[in-house]
Each structure stands twice: as structure tokens, then as C-alpha cells.
């Protein structure tokens, strides 16, 4: 399963929420104000990830939107 951290406000962020519905992929959204960015998942983004979206699937750190967009094009 996809998680996608992220704002409501962000294009980005709507557009791979999108691509994942597209794609008929399961996914959770975590809007970024309200997680802890001290513990769980967060910790495992690189630290120079520093815009949203961050996009994981299950623990493995996928990237953002574009790289969403080539992680699903192998992956699919």
C-alpha cells in the first residue's frame, strides 16, 4: 500500500493521489500538518527529500510525483 504525504493545496500532491486512483492502487493520505515528522514513516524519506508529496510504498521511499510516475511505469 501507497502512502502519500502531502498538503490539499498542492498540485503535486492532487496529481498522484490521481495517477494512484488511475492506477487502481491503494493508498493512504497523510495530510503533512498532521503527522509526527519525529517517528514512523517519516524517518524514512532522505533528509534532501524535503517537498511534498512523499510518496512510500509500504516502507520503501518512492520519492515524489515524477518519481511516482516512473516507479509506476516498471511497476505496473
Known amino acids: 500500500m501507497f502512502t502519500v504525504i502531502g498538503r490539499d493545496t498542492c498540485a ?15 493508498y493512504e493520505y497523510c495530510d503533512i500538518s498532521n503527522i509526527d515528522k519525529t517517528t514512523g514513516i517519516w524517518l524514512y524519506k532522505p533528509q534532501d527529500h524535503v517537498s511534498v508529496p512523499v510518496i512510500f510504498n509500504g ?3 518512492v520519492g515524489g510525483y515524477r518519481e511516482l510516475c516512473i516507479y509506476l511505469n516498471h511497476t505496473s
Open 12 to 26: 503535486f500532491c492532487t496529481a498522484a493521489k490521481e495517477l494512484l486512483d488511475l492506477k487502481h492502487q491503494i
Open 59 to 61: 516502507n520503501e521511499f
